[in-house]
């Protein structure tokens, strides 16, 4: 393999993005190889030929070095190639074909996860076919980049895959992750007759150890809430949003992102939780109505976190996520706070704070939306929404 360049390739209209593609040149042959990552021509340096990472707080920080990361690791998968050809002899297309089987879909287990993938993707289940992707981009980091086949997927390999898990830092809880996605989809190729079950993760570890759970105080909510961050626009909004979950009973995140403006009417707010699909009304309080006020929206949703109705409003989603909760750890460290602050803080810290005020399991199991136990399914039948308003009135009494 002569060599291999990354190339930018402009929208046909300028402020859109361009594709990124690999050309591919052997014994004055070239090929080029489109790959899936997206970025803006004031993203790209032609010169350095690599992706342009922009300050941390960026909209599209995440989004980029993700990118650049995924970039590095398919450069070294042509390295692989380029050392398993050696001297023999092959084509550009060999080279290219060897390339897209290593790394996006071909024969063997990767293949099938991607089909996996968007098999969830067409059924709506974004969050699935997201872990699955994780899974999938992680077991093709542990292969180098190389298929296999579900023949060859013993146990040993798959035991070998997750001590590489561990070698990499990963928590036991995290590398079970891994291990419960891979399992499921491959107990989907049993089922589908594609393969034997050979039962190959019957040695690794694909359980949930406890951890504790960490809520911070009252007092601590005080604090964030007095922070002066008007010099510093994006703390304050990752801060308000944080406060937003506190003030809605620990809504989620994803929740927030993707309520609407027709949801909050006559001082309530009532929505569907994405996570259960359960049905919650609640007080729109006066220190909700004031949040919503202060940053407004352009959009259908009642908060900017997403930003743009163009189909893209789950990938819009994600990077507020993860850009709001890398900000809160700094919001966190100048409101003297010792636990790292992220979007789920709040909504632990609203059922633990309820319980330190000796208000009932049931009233704040039915204030979270819980319904996965049946004790507590048992108990949100007899509460009545007026119930949890009062209890979280008293909460917000204390603010």
Avoid at 24 to 39: E, G
Avoid at 175 to 186: C, G, K, T, V
Avoid at 313 to 342: C, D, F, H
Wanted: hydrophobic content about 40%; some cysteine.
């Amino acid at each position: 393999m002569d060599s291999i360049r990354l190339k930018f390739k402009a929208p046909a209209v300028r402020s859109r993005e361009g594709v990124l593609v690999y050309q591919i040149i052997h014994d004055r042959a070239v090929r080029s190889i489109a790959t899936s990552h997206r970025i803006f021509e004031k993203e790209w340096d032609d010169r350095e030929q690599t992706v342009i990472i922009p300050d941390m707080i960026h909209l599209r920080y995440e989004r980029l070095n993700s990118i650049r990361s995924d970039i590095a690791w398919e450069m070294k998968c042509f390295d692989v190639l380029a050392q398993r050809f050696g001297e023999k002899s092959h084509t550009v297309d060999d080279i290219a074909d060897a390339f897209l089987l290593a790394t996006a879909g071909g024969k063997g287990v990767f293949e099938y996860l991607r089909d996996r993938i968007l098999h969830l993707r067409h059924l709506g289940r974004y969050r699935c076919s997201e872990t699955m992707e994780s899974t999938l981009r992680s077991f093709m980091r542990f292969r180098g980049g190389l298929d296999i086949t579900f023949r060859r997927l013993t146990k040993d390999v798959v035991e070998q895959y997750e001590a590489y898990l561990k070698s990499r830092g990963l928590t036991r809880n995290t590398s079970s992750f891994y291990m419960r996605n891979f399992r499921a989809a491959y107990n989907s190729a049993v089922d589908e007759d594609l393969t034997v079950d050979n039962h190959p993760f019957r040695n690794v570890y694909t359980g949930v150890d406890r951890t504790s759970k960490r809520a911070i105080a009252i007092s601590d909510i005080r604090r964030l809430k007095a922070l002066d961050l008007r010099r510093h626009p994006s703390l304050e909004f990752a801060r308000d949003m944080l406060l937003f979950s506190f003030y809605t009973r620990g809504m989620s995140f994803v929740d927030m992102a993707y309520l609407r403006k027709k949801d909050m009417t006559n001082g309530y707010i009532t929505y569907r939780r994405k996570k259960t699909g359960r049905r919650l009304t609640m007080e729109s309080t006066g220190e909700v109505q004031a949040i919503v006020a202060k940053y407004g929206s352009r959009t259908q949703y009642l908060l900017p976190i997403i930003t743009s109705e163009d189909g893209n409003e789950r990938r819009q989603y994600k990077s507020q996520l993860m850009r709001v909760n890398r900000l809160l750890k700094k919001v966190g460290e100048m409101a003297g706070l010792t636990i790292p602050l992220s979007t789920y803080v709040m909504r632990h810290a609203w059922a633990t704070i309820a319980r330190d005020k000796g208000i009932e399991l049931s009233v704040i199991s039915a204030g979270l939306g819980h319904d996965n136990e049946a004790t507590t399914r048992i108990y949100l039948d007899s509460i009545r929404a007026v119930k949890v308003d009062r209890a979280h009135r008293a909460i917000l009494d204390d603010l």
